[in-house]
């Protein structure tokens, strides 16, 4: 053995996972009627590497007689779905659930390559959380009669829905398990810059045996998804995406007679009182807003500390981040991975701009960043001001902006004064001050002393311009039935 | 001049973030030439240690042989840090380690107990360093700390800091009889106040011995007092590390709490014996791609 130099700065190598077990089409069309089937429109687009900007696959881009033909497709599918014993429909989602933790490792290192986040979020967080929705509501699936009692809920027919680039597949199955063990159909909209684990997700419901037609995977960007929000025969709209999008939806559907979810944007408090634990209450500021390099709806993108403990906990956090690697999405070791798209990168640093002119106080971590590929580093924003834009609107990249405040009333008044309502942390070892704070922060889900924890069983969705509906858990349930 | 420290500001510690952390550290991939260094320095950092009832000149002096011979048939290994032995056995293996570079460490303080009297526990200090110990594994009274008597426990630490002259101080929490993590965090800060060189878990006596997550309270508490004072703590996980995946794991964590500043046997150790193997097997697989039996490892 060659002499090694104990004294020589120990590195951590690049352990980097292996994608020859992903096997991937070049060109990806519509699911239809439980066939992939060429799009109408005739027309395609590239899905790019974020962390490369390389294409991976051509997509089909679905027109709107490419809705039609699937929202027809998911009708035909209802009348024997609806009617199908509701043990059998949870056999179905039982099946798929499996299959999906059978091929988790495939769907992580897809999810890393289309979408640019970390491996390790995908193995260990997208994979698993996706999976568990549907064994969750498989078990609903022929209990829905004990969920509602006296009420006889029944289904509401074809489901359209629309979902993000920020978590592909785990949104698939937010949306997808509920809508189908309900007993409707659907015909998915995945984003245009993360369609593949959702096409990947349809090659498994093929082989899973669901009976044709029940899920439909319709791929395309903004037409595609306002001709499935104004197709006349779907009943009910899921969408999950920015504030701005979710507003028109909002306006295109009033007067209609469709049952609506909005699960939009956000601008997450997170407080930090002096009697936290503070080493666990920087590593959770840091999970909160650097999970998935901040794209994430629910982040805890405005940080208020109290007066007290702001020098610490500033320092600690400047001295965490610059430990965070930053680099290739596929690689083991890294904790935070490519921006989604350029054009996404292109708004985060219009933002860090802004911020810079509004006097904000810029930290970010040292870190050499890859050259190819779309990469922004953990920043900071000190000393803003609540009516700064950096602090009222949503970045949605990795860039917090802390605020210090004295008392609780101050902070309370401060973090609900936002035209979003969708997420906020406590961090206090004090019981109480837990349970004060928490009923008096207007936000549809409020951690304590942890952040960005997802469970199927517990309900999800926002206040005010957040959105509307909540998915997960027995409420979740609800958005997909009628009652008598 | 020693200052007690201010356990009013003494951080507290949440027990779910701790093992949050320590289960993220444990995911880092560590493979080929990383593992290699990794585990070379890993072997750099250990105290070999016997410390049973049963001791004998000559079980010591089979220990020493190994500590600078871990393994004949591999080149270029380096030595283990140090031999970690009872305060009569001092003077065998400092004879037997003569010129080698490794340092004799001995416990005292009536170990592993440390239910004596002050005057006991600095004789048996003075013994050990008198036959020639440079490094002295102290235990500190737990039944005076879990009692709320922080000063007792601060006093006793320093008077044998000062009976160890030049010899390095380890205070040894016995992290297992502490309970909660709060109290590790407080002990610790105790302790390097007192003027401890280093800080250890336990005595290897107590289950449960060293835990990643004790040991993450421990150098967060050093990474404060640095802060603080400029002074660069010691960090020594005992007992309960086996494997050289652990070991890994073990130096991922100080490197991403500490940074590379600690990443040397002057600022970490491992209080192991059974781990030199696992290693050393670990570093011959790495190398010729195959397992090799434990029969081929020594067993000192």
């Known amino acids: 053995m060659s002499k090694i130099d104990i004294y020589k700065t120990w590195k951590y190598d690049e352990s980097l996972e292996s994608t020859s077990y992903i096997t991937l089409k070049d060109t990806y069309d519509l699911f239809i009627g439980g066939d992939f089937v060429k799009p109408l429109s005739k027309k395609y687009f590239n899905t790019l590497n974020p962390a490369t900007n390389q294409s991976i696959a051509k997509i089909a881009d679905a027109n709107d007689k490419d809705i039609d033909k699937a929202v027809k497709s998911a009708i035909k599918a209802f009348k024997s779905w609806s009617k199908l014993d509701p043990k059998e429909r949870g056999k179905y989602i039982f099946r798929i659930a499996r299959m999906i933790q059978e091929r988790a490792k495939e769907f992580a290192v897809i999810e890393s390559m289309d979408g640019g986040k970390p491996i390790r979020e995908s193995r260990d967080i997208d994979i698993p959380l996706a999976a568990n929705h549907f064994f969750y509501h498989a078990g609903w699936a022929d209990k829905l009669e004990y969920a509602f009692p006296n009420k006889k809920p029944t289904p509401l027919g074809v489901a359209g829905q629309i979902i993000p680039w920020n978590f592909p597949l785990l949104m698939a199955a937010w949306k997808i398990a509920p809508a189908i063990a309900c007993g409707n159909t659907v015909v998915l909209k995945p984003a245009e810059s993360t369609s593949l684990t959702a096409l990947k997700l349809a090659e498994l419901i093929q082989d899973s045996g669901l009976p044709k037609g029940v899920v439909n995977i319709v791929t395309g960007a903004g037409k595609t998804g306002a001709a499935i929000v104004n197709h006349p025969e779907i009943n009910k709209i899921a969408f999950t995406g920015s504030t701005e999008v979710g507003k028109l939806i909002e306006s295109s559907l009033s007067g209609i007679e469709k049952k609506t979810t909005l699960e939009l944007g956000g601008k997450g408090a997170n407080i930090i009182f002096e009697d936290a634990a503070i080493d666990q209450a920087v590593e959770g500021i840091v999970n909160a807003i650097f999970f998935n390099q901040g794209h994430v709806c629910c982040a805890g993108s405005r940080l208020f500390i109290q007066e007290s403990v702001a020098d610490s906990v500033i320092e600690k956090l400047k001295d965490r981040i610059s430990t965070l690697i930053i680099g290739d999405p596929l690689d083991k070791n890294t904790d935070i991975g490519a921006i989604n798209s350029a054009e996404q990168l292109k708004t985060i640093e219009k933002y860090i701009e802004i911020g810079k002119k509004e006097g904000g106080e810029i930290f970010q971590a040292k870190c050499s960043l890859p050259k190819q590929g779309n990469w922004c580093p953990p920043t900071l924003f000190l000393n803003v001001s609540q009516s700064n834009r950096i602090v009222q609107e949503e970045i949605f990249g990795p860039v917090l902006v802390i605020q210090t405040f004295r008392t609780i009333d101050e902070v309370i008044e401060k973090a609900n004064n936002t035209p979003f309502g969708l997420s906020a942390g406590v961090w206090t070892e004090k019981g109480s001050k837990i349970f004060k704070i928490t009923k008096a922060l207007n936000s549809g889900v409020v951690w304590a002393n942890t952040y960005n924890k997802f469970d199927p069983c517990s309900p999800f969705g926002g206040f005010k311009e957040s959105g509307m509906g909540r998915e997960g858990g027995l409420h979740g349930l609800k958005s997909y039935l009628k009652f008598e | ?300």
């Open chain 2, 1 to 300: 001049m020693l200052n007690f420290p201010d356990l009013s500001k003494t951080p507290k510690i949440d027990t779910v973030g701790v093992r949050e952390i320590v289960n993220r550290f444990c995911k880092r991939s560590i493979k080929t030439s990383a593992k290699v260094h990794g585990l070379h320095l890993a072997l750099s950092m250990i105290d070999l240690t016997t410390l049973e009832g049963k001791d004998t000149p000559r079980k010591v002096i089979q220990l020493c042989y190994k500590a600078q011979y871990l393994h004949n048939s591999m080149l270029n290994l380096p030595d283990v840090a140090a031999v970690c032995v009872y305060p009569t056995l001092v003077g065998v293996a400092k004879k037997e380690l003569i010129g080698s570079g490794i340092n004799v460490a001995s416990v005292a303080t009536a170990f592993p107990s440390g239910q004596s009297t002050l005057e006991v526990k600095l004789n048996d200090t003075k013994f050990a360093v008198d036959q020639g110990a440079d490094e002295v594994d102290m235990v500190i009274s737990r039944g005076n700390f879990l009692a709320g008597e922080y000063n007792f426990v601060f006093d006793e630490i320093a008077a044998i800091k000062e009976a160890c002259g030049k010899a390095h101080l380890k205070v040894i929490l016995e992290t297992g009889e502490l309970d909660t993590l709060d109290n590790v965090r407080k002990a610790s800060d105790i302790a390097m106040y007192a003027g401890a060189d280093f800080i250890k878990t336990s005595t290897g006596k107590i289950s449960p011995a060293a835990t990643m997550p004790v040991t993450y309270v421990m150098l967060r508490a050093i990474k404060d007092y640095y802060k603080k004072t400029g002074i660069k703590i010691g960090m020594k996980p005992a007992g309960g590390i086996s494997t050289a995946k652990q070991s890994l794991q073990y130096l991922v964590m100080l490197k991403e709490t500490l940074g590379d500043r600690w990443m040397n046997k002057d600022l970490f150790r491992f209080g192991a014996s059974r781990l030199v193997n696992d290693i050393l097997m670990q570093l011959e697989k790495q190398e010729s791609g195959i397992y090799q039996s434990l029969d081929y490892f020594s067993k000192d």
